[in-house]
T-cell receptor, first 109, second 114 residues
Framework: DQQVKQNSPSLSVQEGRISILNCDYT??????FLWYKKYPAEGPTFLIS?????DKNEDGRFTVFLNKSAKHLSLHIVPSQPGDSAVYFCAAKESDMRFGAGTRLTVKP | NAGVMQNPRHLVRRRGQEARLRCSPMKGHSHVYWYRQLPEEGLKFMVY????????ESGMPKERFSAEFPKEGPSILRIQQVVRGDSAAYFC????????????FGPGTRLTVL
């Protein structure tokens, strides 16, 4: 049962442009959403989060948008940098955390 | 302040052997979570433990898998009689509390079953 879906397995963006990673969920009881970033051979690291009572949270180059009616959230990275190249996991939390399958972002110099 | 530590980083087992994966949470964290990542898939929740207690094992296969988090020492994920389908990366995460939403992940153990 895939409650959190990331439908794009990969995304390629030019350095300096905006990266938009998308995530959809099915469980309306999720009350907290997180994005994790993962480099090869490392564990995921927390990037940014948003509570269900908000629709936007910004931290430097990273902004997460939440559209509860559409059960959709997105992560915007602007401007994108080559060091942002990684796999990004969307996660949603009710009692336990549920992760999407990840999107591999490649930022080309 | 060391982060979440997992060992071994790589583990190779033959079918039928046992695999033991260890996780030491961050200092001050008493909540541990185990996740499995199969190739080309996301992280799948397996089990959530507090010291000496299993709180939620809804994601754990009913057979061959067990987990513990003793009063002293690391959390252990144990897989008995491993099969090829157990080959995956196993990640441990810890948090200060369950209400606290951020989980800190270890580097993972990559299990390969020959």
């Amino acid at each position: 049962d895939q409650q959190v879906k990331q439908n794009s397995p990969s995304l390629s963006v030019q350095e300096g442009r905006i990266s938009i990673l998308n995530c959809d969920y099915t469980n309306s009881m999720f009350d907290y959403f997180l994005w994790y970033k993962k480099y090869p051979a490392e564990g995921p690291t927390f990037l940014i989060s948003i509570s269900s009572i908000k629709d936007k949270n910004e931290d430097g180059r990273f902004t997460v948008f939440l559209n509860k009616s559409a059960k959709h959230l997105s992560l915007h990275i602007v401007p994108s940098q080559p060091g942002d190249s990684a796999v990004y996991f969307c996660a949603a939390k009710e009692s336990d955390m549920r992760f999407g399958a990840g999107t591999r972002l490649t930022v080309k110099p | 302040n060391a982060g979440v530590m997992q060992n071994p980083r790589h583990l190779v087992r033959r079918r039928g052997q046992e695999a033991r994966l260890r996780c030491s949470p961050m200092k001050g964290h008493s909540h541990v979570y185990w996740y499995r990542q199969l190739p080309e898939e996301g992280l799948k929740f397996m089990v959530y433990l507090q010291k000496e207690n299993i709180i939620d094992e809804s994601g754990m296969p009913k057979e061959r898998f067990s987990a513990e988090f003793p009063k002293e020492g690391p959390s252990i994920l144990r897989i008995q009689q491993v099969v090829r389908g157990d080959s995956a990366a196993y990640f441990c995460a810890s948090s200060w509390g369950r209400v606290n939403n951020e989980q800190f992940f270890g580097p993972g153990t990559r299990l390969t079953v020959l």
